[in-house]
């Protein structure tokens, strides 16, 4: 019943696809506006016939229906509820299945929002594209990712269970959905991107009515990323938060590129800039999408974060393929005509600031992009195995992320077109001032590793550029509207939500920055072997081994150490790192402990229980302001909402009419257009 309801919604999605591309097709190059509007109806029976094949799963997957292959490898009985509605996305199958439900949403939304333009040729091609891609999913799951598969013969009477590393913490109910509201929402400025391309608009209006769309699939992605590490970080026990791993990678690189098109689309809306370099952007964030999903999915790789191996590698390489194929064709065609009327008349303005930013956010894809691709490149020529690790990345990203840094900085404070000396020594000397005493301070105080120093100063600087900026224009609406400081402050922010919802980015950027470089500079990390009341200290914190628990659930058993934490005669309480042991693992997966605090974290790991001596081994490291990258990935967030948020425009006071005798419109005085646009 559940496996025959799933494989019709996905049945009902794939037709109605294939229906719509029609229909559309035909409507646009005939103006035929009935065509129009039964393709774009199309669009909702898709995302219906999804969401049934969603519920299907669901309903399988609570209901225990073991006969459901899917199911059968990714549940079992014992598995808690949480952990069962996020058996969804526990596989290939099912995260194909998410992917595709939630691409209907975004197309069904664009639809919907374009209702009244649905003749626009501009609109029509962007849903035909959308729907290409709704459709390849679909006929990928109904061929080669099918999650509805039964199993033969006899269903088992209970399931081996998700990875044991995707059911020991809530953030996998909430870490991979916001990484696939981020990947797929791309597909909605990819596929304007490509209708500007096919019918020659390729001007400002697509990136007008890709804005919003564009804003919140990188918002959804950077709370993703931020959410990943946060999960490696409390659950696989090795005290870092990013390890430079191919899957993260495989993130990491559409937000780059993404970041990149949404500095560079502010260049063409006020230059008229930039044009290829933005649709070349916007294909190029897509395609990375579809080669994360191939990276992950695929098993080509050896990770935690990866998937099984599977057969599917050559349906994506082949999609991915069309897509960049198609893209460049696109560009090539149109290469006479994509020529931008504006240029940069000074190295010294914000567009040049914002194309340096360009290049410098390309440089540093191409770095993330050759280190995660060339091992898998160097072993299907060769038949080697190569490795990048960790130092790769960390020397070759360290230098372009701190030039980025300064240029975000920057680029805020420079005016457009071109800019003078006295206006630079007004806007960034004080800034300037902060930085450099903050690295001064930083090399006397702290540390001499030129990274941090540098990253700590640029950091400083960026704040203090940030500031300013902020404190002058509150004061100047301050005086204008004879407010105080806080109804100035949301009034400024309310005129320009796009300006000041960047600068609260910024902000968790450089939150982020920060930990990055204290955490290269200051941390200690030690493993101590303790018998029961014996006490081992590490960066000021006296570790006391209390006592050892077993605990045993239907879903695993586990063997945790009760440690007490002092320091400076103060006891901080008591923290419980375990290792357990799941019924489908082979061996025991560990469960830090951490106390966390503003300056500094305790990571406290069980590398092993009690020897035959009494003694448990337990790793101790202090890491240095790790919170910071949680806070600054929260301030990203609000800094994104505030980015959504409508424009309101300022009311116009008309002046009193001349000798004080009326006027043809509103009365002397009155406050005219309190718009939102």
């Known amino acids: 019943m559940r496996a025959t309801l799933g494989i019709l919604g996905i049945a009902i999605g794939l037709g109605a696809s294939a229906v719509g591309i029609v229909l559309l097709v035909r409507g646009v190059l005939r103006h035929d506006a009935g065509a129009l509007r039964a393709g774009r109806a199309c669009i909702f029976v898709v995302l219906a016939g999804a969401l049934v094949a969603v519920a299907a799963m669901e309903w399988a997957l609570l209901t225990h229906d073991f006969s459901i292959k899917y199911v059968a490898e990714n549940n079992a009985r014992s598995t808690p509820t949480l952990f069962t509605i996020t058996g969804l996305w526990a596989a290939l199958e099912g995260s194909i299945l998410l992917w595709a439900v939630i691409l209907a949403g975004y197309l069904a939304f664009t639809a919907h929002r374009f209702r009244r333009r649905l003749t626009d040729p501009m609109v029509g091609w962007a849903l035909i594209v959308g729907l290409t891609v709704a ?22 009477l209970d399931g081996r269970g998700p990875n044991p590393l995707l059911q020991n913490h809530p953030l996998m109910a909430f870490h991979p959905p916001m990484l696939y509201l981020g990947y797929v929402g791309f597909t909605i400025p990819f596929s304007f991107a490509m209708a500007a391309l096919i019918t020659g608009r390729f001007g400002e209006g697509w990136l007008a009515d890709t804005r919003r769309t564009t804003l919140v699939a990188w918002g959804f992605l950077t709370v993703g990323i931020i959410l990943g590490a946060w999960w490696s970080y409390e659950v696989l026990g090795w005290g870092g938060y990013w390890g430079w791993d191919p899957v993260e990678n495989a993130s990491l690189l559409p937000w780059i590129t993404g970041t990149a098109f949404i500095h560079s689309v502010m260049v063409q809306e006020r230059r008229g800039m930039l044009r290829v370099w933005n649709l070349s952007l916007v294909i190029a964030t897509f395609a990375l999408t579809i080669l994360g999903t191939f990276l992950t999915r695929s098993g080509i790789i050896t990770s935690v974060h990866a998937f099984s191996q599977s057969s599917i590698g050559p349906w994506l390489l082949s999609f991915l393929f069309i897509v960049m194929a198609t893209g460049i064709g696109l560009i090539a065609w149109r290469a006479d005509t994509l020529h931008a009327p504006g240029r940069i008349d000074s190295p010294v303005s914000r567009e040049a600031a914002f194309l340096a930013n360009n290049l410098l956010f390309a440089g540093l894809a191409f770095v993330v992009l050759l280190g995660t691709v060339f091992p898998l490149l160097a072993e299907a020529i060769r038949g080697s195995t190569l490795s990048v690790g960790a130092p790769y990345f960390d020397r070759m990203t360290a230098p372009l992320g701190l030039l980025l840094l300064f240029l975000m900085a920057l680029a805020p404070a420079l005016p457009w077109r071109a800019t003078s000396g006295e206006v630079l020594q007004n806007r960034l000397l004080v800034p300037a001032y902060v930085g450099a005493t903050t690295m001064v301070f930083t090399l006397i105080v702290w540390t001499r590793d030129w ?157 092993s229980s009690r020897s035959g001596r009494g003694r448990v081994t337990v790793g101790i490291q202090v890491q240095s302001m790790t919170v910071w990258i949680w806070i600054g990935g929260g301030l990203m967030a609000l800094g994104t909402v505030i980015a959504l948020a409508p424009h309101v425009r300022r009311r116009r006071v008309v002046p009193p009419a001349p000798g004080g005798l009326a006027s043809d419109g509103p009365a002397s005085g009155e406050l005219v257009g309190s718009e939102r646009s």
């Open 451 to 607: 990274s941090t120093v540098v990253g700590f100063g640029l950091a400083a600087f960026a704040v203090a550029a940030i500031t300013r900026v902020t404190f002058v224009a509150v004061r100047a609406r301050r005086r204008a509207d004879a407010t105080g400081w806080g109804r100035a402050l949301s009034r400024t922010v309310a005129g320009n939500p796009r300006r000041y919802g960047g600068l609260v980015v910024h902000t968790g950027v450089v939150a982020i920055a920060v930990a990055l470089a204290a955490s290269g500079s200051f941390g200690i990390k030690r493993e101590v072997r303790l018998t029961q009341g014996q006490s081992a200290t590490v960066g000021g914190y006296t570790v006391t081994y209390e006592r050892m628990r077993t605990d045993a659930t239907a879903q695993k058993s586990s063997v945790s150490v009760d440690l007490a934490i002092v320091r400076d005669g103060e006891r901080l309480g008591t923290y419980a790192p375990a290792i357990s042991s799941y019924r489908n693992a082979n061996q025991g997966i560990g469960t830090p402990s951490v106390r966390t605090g503003v300056f500094e974290d305790l990571y406290l790991t069980l590398v």
């Open 135 to 156: 459709l390849f999913f679909f006929l990928f799951m109904a061929v080669a990712a099918n999650p509805f598969t039964v199993v033969q013969g006899i269903a088992p």
